[in-house]
């Protein structure tokens, strides 16, 4: 079967603003920014079974929380991009409230967290499988380079590609790599893999630190430094 040829389209509209729009009845993604660091969480909804999925609980839980209730969603889980502190901050109050969430994250980053010894853990790896409902899913992928076992985590509709990254790319920047577990060279490999992903996809931050919420990972292939850096030594000299 031949793929069209890909028409440039424009954002969706909940996603193309400059503030996170929270709750978005019908959409896909309801989208928050939270805590004093600028995260944006997400929450990715399978409508249809009303199951979500909610990544990276900063420190403020109870907008999410109060959601889940009034739109009667029922939470499949809770996936970390990455363990640093200010993208779990809100972890422990959410298990508190729902203590038999399952908490997906790759084994790299389990060393840093503090959570009781009956918190339901499931390890996940590169090609790895969360499931939303009752037939869509999260590919995951392994994108080291600002912590060793950063994820970027993937979810195709019938209409979009989506692109949860994490601190692992922002909107025409990348995540830092002079923390713990952090590397040039692993980042580089990382970025290189996600240039290669179809241009449609929707790149989704783990912080709002442009004035946009969300991008097209076309644009960042003609915008971001990091994505244009073609060699290491050019990447590892970006300011």
């Avoid at 990544?55 to 991009?81: C, S």
Wanted: charge should be negative.
């Amino acid at each position: 079967m031949t793929r069209q040829p890909y028409v440039k389209r424009p954002l969706p509209e909940a996603l193309s603003r400059s503030t996170a729009q929270g709750w978005a009845v019908g959409e896909p993604i309801a989208q928050f920014e939270l805590g004093p660091y600028r995260n944006f969480v997400y929450v990715v909804i399978d409508w249809a079974s009303r199951k979500a999925l909610w990544i990276d609980p900063a420190i403020e839980v109870a907008p999410i929380l109060q959601g889940l209730q009034d739109h009667q969603l029922e939470l499949a889980g809770v996936a970390l991009t990455h363990t640093h502190h200010d993208h779990i901050a809100g972890l422990p109050a959410l298990l508190t409230n729902l203590p038999n969430t399952i908490v997906h994250l790759h084994a790299a980053e389990a060393h840093r967290l503090k959570l009781p010894q009956k918190t339901r853990l499931n390890i996940v790896e590169e090609g790895s499988r969360i499931p939303l409902g009752e037939a869509t899913q999260l590919e995951v992928f392994h994108t080291p380079g600002h912590s060793a076992g950063e994820l970027c985590l993937r979810y195709i509709t019938h209409a979009e590609h989506y692109l949860f990254t994490g601190d692992t790319l922002f909107i025409r920047e990348c995540g830092r790599t002079d923390l713990p577990t952090g590397n040039d060279r692993d980042l580089f490999q990382t970025l290189q893999r996600i240039k290669n992903l179809p241009p449609e996809t929707i790149v989704l931050p783990g912080h709002h630190y442009a004035p946009e919420c969300a991008s097209r990972l076309e644009d960042e292939l003609q915008t971001s430094p990091p994505l244009l850096a073609q060699t290491l030594e050019e990447f590892a000299a970006l300011p």
